[in-house]
């Protein structure tokens, strides 16, 4: 059983994912998913497990999978041995499947918190970003509960009136625009802007940078105009010198 599950396991191994089908594997030998992994070698499929550090962000199929997984097999609370099963569906040693896990339960949507990550989106802000500013969680785990939780429920629930409409050109901070205009300076005249240097750097999505850069630059223009257009006083005919030397002359 071991050898043909671990053989069966290399044929259904999918590269991209990382992972093999279990599910193709279990209906390939007629046997239950759970004993199908109870069985499995790693070390004789040379299937070796994906080693992901607690800051390496997982992808939204692999938070699906897992929580798919342990939902369907175990609804009651999950043993050791059980989570070693977990792992070696994922491929992914068990350990960081728990801590997972553990903060994807953790963590709770709230309406005011989808809300503001709703505007966050429409302003062109980066996961990371709307991390920093929205919640302490990481940017996968917010990605996938903002992917899977219902728009209906949320409109449904009471959420607070929003004191105000969030732009595009909004929440970019002082130290922000610095730093864009700085970045801008390296490249002469505005040409071959490396757009995704920029959005990497500053933390902002590429659309929001070149629209904030069009923003700046509407700014510095209307400054110089008005600058040019407020002459000295003392050159304008109705300045109070001239108004003064005028009325002696009528006297």
């Known amino acids: 059983m071991r050898n043909r599950v671990s053989y069966v396991a290399q044929r259904h191994y999918d590269v991209r994912r990382g992972r093999c089908d279990w599910e193709t594997v279990s209906h390939a030998l007629q046997e239950p998913l759970l004993a199908c992994l109870s069985s499995f070698d790693a070390i004789h499929s040379h299937i070796h497990p994906r080693r992901i550090s607690g800051d390496t962000e997982w992808s939204l199929d692999d938070i699906a ?12 609370q ?26 994807l339960n953790t963590f709770q949507m709230t309406p005011q918190l989808y809300s503001q990550i709703s505007e966050f989106r429409q302003a062109g802000l980066l996961w990371p970003t709307i991390c920093s500013k929205a919640t302490a969680c990481s940017p996968d785990i917010l990605r996938f509960a903002y992917s899977t939780t219902s728009k209906d429920k949320v409109q449904k629930l009471r959420r607070p009136k929003a004191q105000f409409r969030i732009s595009k050109h909004q929440h970019w901070t002082e130290d922000e625009d ?49 600058q040019s257009s407020s002459p000295d006083m003392s050159s304008r005919s109705d300045s109070p010198l001239v108004y003064a030397a005028s009325k002696r002359l009528r006297a």
């Open 65 to 76: 999978a897992l929580k798919q997984f342990t939902e369907s097999h175990f609804r009651t």
């Open 178 to 226: 610095k730093h864009l205009t700085d970045l801008l300076s390296q490249f002469d005249n505005g040409r071959d802007i490396d757009w995704n240097y920029i959005s990497k750097t500053i933390g902002h999505s590429k659309n929001a940078c070149r629209y904030r850069r069009i923003l700046l630059m509407r700014s510095q223009k209307s400054r110089e105009v008005s």
């Open 78 to 103: 999950m043993t050791s041995d059980d989570w070693v099963l977990a792992g070696r569906y994922m491929n992914i040693t068990h350990s960081d499947c728990i801590a997972k896990m553990w903060t």
